[in-house]
């Protein structure tokens, strides 16, 4: 037994020697990769990958076989087709770097308010929403309203006109009726409060969503692409209730449905919230010190 220990030993010492630094790097090195992984597998980039995947199969073929001329003409494209990539991926990047730059992570970091200015739903602003979305669904009124989360809102609400008042059914339902001066567009949510109207959302690029949606849905996608943001759809066409998140819509059947996904995010905003206001009264506790 003590032999085995002095091998195994022996064996150990060779091996180089790991730092905190080191390990820093490989935890990082890792979330990235991770990161970017699944960045490709929700984009289109997946199924351009598998078409670069394809290509590198045939670099590695024609090596093999020693066809000179392949590979001489692959080693002289080599600038071009990295150029080339990045003009095919441009949609899927500027998305990225749209939701990197959208979380406010200095602010998150740094922020040592009690998180007043963004308070989460209640339970009141909840059955508020769930009621007006079924209230128009059934008379066929179209309706998007953008609640925000983690990612600024700020852009979107530039391009609208201020409300700033408490999200109650009767303010939605009489936003959205038809011929009336801020039924276009989108409405922007913060906490309990309807923050904007008439809002213009980013379009999406994803061509897999079926050509019988419209412009709303659309929209409700793209915004959903860029900001980490949930969107309510009532179609005006159909008066089905759709939600869309993370680049996804989904058709939402019944009232319960809607109060459980809009219940999952008040649980998100109220633990965020929490840690704001934590930070808040060590950064208080602090300076009265």
């Not at 959302?201 to 050509?211: A, E, V, Y």
Request: proline letters at 2%.
């Amino acid at each position: 037994m003590a032999e085995i220990l002095v091998k195994v030993t022996s064996w150990l010492s060779l091996l180089p020697r790991i730092s905190v630094g080191n390990i820093l790097e490989i935890v990082i090195i890792s979330f990235l990769v991770y990161e970017l992984l699944v960045w490709i597998k929700n984009t289109r980039a997946w199924n351009l990958l598998k078409g670069l995947l394809v290509i590198l199969v045939f670099v590695l073929f024609a090596a093999v076989l020693h066809l000179t001329t392949i590979l001489w003409i692959l080693e002289n494209t080599t600038t071009i087709a990295v150029t080339a990539l990045l003009v095919i991926f441009q949609p899927e990047l500027r998305k990225a770097l749209e939701q990197l730059g959208s979380r406010n992570y200095m602010s998150y970091l740094f922020s040592f308010d009690e998180g007043k200015d963004n308070q989460g739903f209640n339970d009141k602003t909840i059955n508020e929403l769930v009621r007006a979305t079924f209230e128009m669904a059934k008379v066929k009124t179209g309706a998007l309203m953008v609640i925000e989360r983690g990612s600024s809102l700020k852009e979107i609400e530039r391009t609208g006109i201020e409300i700033n008042g408490l999200v109650t059914s009767q303010l939605l339902i009489n936003i959205f009726e038809h011929n009336t001066p801020l039924h276009d567009g989108a409405v922007v949510i913060r906490g309990n409060r309807i923050t904007a109207a008439t809002c213009y959302l980013p379009l999406t690029d994803n061509m897999s969503i079926s050509k019988d949606l419209g412009t709303r849905h659309r929209a409700a996608v793209g915004v959903s692409e860029s900001t980490d943001s949930i969107t309510i759809v009532v179609s005006e066409e159909t008066g089905r209730v759709s939600v869309a998140e993370g680049g996804v819509l989904s058709r939402i059947p019944d009232a319960e449905s809607l109060k459980k996904v809009l219940s999952n995010v008040k649980e998100e905003t109220v633990s965020l919230n929490r840690l704001k206001i934590w930070k808040g009264r060590l950064k208080n506790g602090k300076k009265a010190v």
